[in-house]
């Protein structure tokens, strides 16, 4: 069994593609499923290791932790570990050390998020004279992460903040909450609308490729207008 996770998803999606590929070079059916998709019946019938016609296959379920806690949770978890089948199970979040423990995976993929990418999120703010520190922390960030993922956490950053300034209920750990309602305090609400709809716009021409510049070109322009 083959286990990737980890809330740095672009990466652990890449490695994801990966073994696709090379499941597709050797010659291996691969089915491939959400967990909110199978229920125990399914999930049994899918354990088989070859098909009617012999050959290798491979099963990647997606997700499995997001699931509801439930007595069909832990079976079907049981049932994966005990199982001789090739399996891959590609998660979004970290696991913790008891869940893997559980599965007896024989290779384990963890991708994490850099601390700079949170550096730089904490760090945003519309006053001028933190330009050039935002600036400098983005640049690490898109380095030791991803310049589409650290635009995919800008845009989160900035609804959990246009939440906070507008009296909604920002949920997650309390520190997490207090850090938000703190940088909040230092927007206007008027100015967190004025970059989401920066953003939205930006997320519509990177997927029409109607950028002329690069992504992360793009959110440092943003930024300096911030």
């Given at each position: ?109 963890e991708f994490k998020l850099a601390n700079s990418l949170f ?9 001028e004279s933190t330009k050039v520190k935002q600036i400098k ?65 930006l997320d519509k021409e990177v997927k029409t490729s109607a ?16």
């Amino acid at each position: 069994m083959i286990i990737i996770h980890g809330d740095n998803t672009i990466l652990s999606r890449t490695k994801l593609v990966e073994i696709l590929e090379n499941a597709k070079e050797n010659n291996t059916l691969v089915e491939r499923f959400n967990a909110s998709q199978l229920d125990i019946p399914t999930l049994e019938s899918k354990l088989q290791k070859t098909d009617l016609f012999g050959h290798s296959r491979m099963l990647i379920i997606e997700e499995l932790h997001s699931q509801t806690r439930s007595k069909k949770l832990n079976t079907m978890i049981k049932m994966l570990a005990s199982s001789s089948m090739n399996l891959c199970l590609w998660e979004k979040r970290q696991l913790t050390s008891s869940m893997l423990k559980k599965l007896k995976a024989d290779q384990v993929f963890e991708f994490k998020l850099a601390n700079s990418l949170f550096t730089w999120l904490d760090s945003l703010s519309p006053q001028e004279s933190t330009k050039v520190k935002q600036i400098k922390f983005f640049q690490q960030a898109v380095q030791e992460n991803d310049e589409y993922m650290c635009f995919i956490m800008l845009a989160r950053q900035v609804r959990l903040l246009i939440q906070a300034t507008s009296g909604g209920q920002v949920k997650g750990p309390f520190f997490v909450i207090n850090k938000i309602n703190q940088q909040a305090k230092k927007f206007t609400l008027k100015r967190l609308l004025w970059l989401h709809d920066q953003l939205h716009k930006l997320d519509k021409e990177v997927k029409t490729s109607a950028n002329k510049i690069s992504l992360s070109q793009a959110v440092e322009l943003i930024l300096l207008k911030l």
